[in-house]
């Protein structure tokens, strides 16, 4: 009997081995702000982004001084309930911002991912429509596979994706045709608000669809899964209930505002943590008005949460070695 975890798993195999592009970097030289989950909607009740904005566009203007790459790894738009237009239209601000990334005379520090709620984002003719203006003819991507060298020696490869990838409502495309989805489901969906379960929303789900991406992380020598869908951080293999423990006990926790920690370990997710093999950027549309991310410079990985506030606040909550991270998923 197929598991849940061997449907993720299957899902997972098909974007790493028939739909990643492959880059190649320096560990010196790899400076990367990876984030997920924005959910922007149309500037109503419904819009998860909207308390985040302002955090959000003090975190870009960061990573763009600071001669970052940005990686949005999906769910950029949140296009089950609203339409693109509107969506494009509202958040004008947020896409230029990003912008400087993607122009080509500035160099382009710019990759997007497609989630499953802006699936939309699979139709290159959608893309080019809504997006194009704004990303100047950067592919939106299922994943990236990037191998880190150190002085020509590879140390190992990240794996980015956004992760919904094997779920039921998700991987449609070998059960139903594309264009039932996009002309007929996503409508229906939209009109009559009906929202699929997702990790985001369900914590047993949430806890099952963990699990299965440590579990297909660890099996993989070599390789680093970064994902992003589930809207809470992981930790070199461990929630970020168990990470904050595990620093407590020598000492090192960071101070984090308590009543955002105890919505992130409402219904705690277990994960083994035997294995620095699998991180989770968390997400951008927290309902206190952070974001979370994942970065990668200076020869380290960290998860950060920029805190909401007239100045929003950067936190480095952990951080680890790169090399020594790639080091400990190698057999």
């Known amino acids: 009997m197929t598991t849940y975890a061997d449907e993720i798993a299957k899902g997972l195999t098909r974007v790493y081995t028939q739909n990643s592009i492959q880059e190649g970097v320096e560990l010196a030289d790899v400076r ?25 566009l003090a975190a870009v203007d960061h990573y763009w001084d600071d001669r970052y790459e940005l990686l ?5 738009e949140e296009l089950w309930e609203c339409w693109p237009e509107p ?13 400087r990334f993607a122009d080509r005379s500035r160099g382009r520090r710019y990759k997007r991912f497609v989630g499953n709620h802006d699936d939309v984002w699979y139709f290159p003719d959608q893309v080019k429509k809504y997006l194009g203006p704004y990303i100047g003819g950067n592919p939106v991507i299922e994943g990236l596979r990037l191998t880190v060298h150190e002085e020509g020696e590879p140390l190992g490869e990240l794996f980015l994706l956004h992760g919904h990838q094997g779920t039921l409502d998700s991987d449609r495309f070998a059960g139903l045709s594309a264009v039932v989805v996009r002309y007929v489901w996503r409508p229906i969906q939209r009109v009559f608000n009906i929202r699929s379960s997702t990790p985001s929303n369900n914590f047993t789900l949430r806890a099952k669809h ?49 009543l955002w920690m105890s919505e992130q370990t409402a219904e705690a997710v277990s994960l083994p943590g035997r294995t620095p093999c699998y991180f989770n950027s968390g997400c951008c549309s927290y309902s206190d008005g ?27 909550l952990f951080s680890a070695q790169l090399a020594d991270v790639l080091a400990a998923v190698k057999d």
């Open 290 to 316: 952070s974001i979370t991310a994942i970065e990668i410079a200076d020869r380290e990985i960290r998860l950060v949460r920029w805190e909401h506030a007239a100045e929003p606040k950067r936190v480095v």
């Open 210 to 258: 963990e699990m299965a991406m440590y579990s297909y992380a660890e099996q993989q020598s070599g390789v680093v899964l970064i994902a992003g869908h589930t809207h809470h951080p992981v930790w070199e293999g461990l929630s970020l209930e168990q990470a904050m423990e595990a620093e407590r006990a020598v000492g090192a926790a960071p101070e984090v505002d308590a």
């Open 32 to 56: 990367m702000a990876i984030l997920s989950d924005l959910h922007k909607g149309q500037r109503d009740r419904a819009d998860d982004f909207l308390a985040c904005e302002q955090t959000y």
């Open 72 to 76: 949005l790894l999906g769910d950029i």
């Open 87 to 99: 969506v494009i239209r509202e958040y004008q601000e947020v896409l230029l911002s990003e912008q």
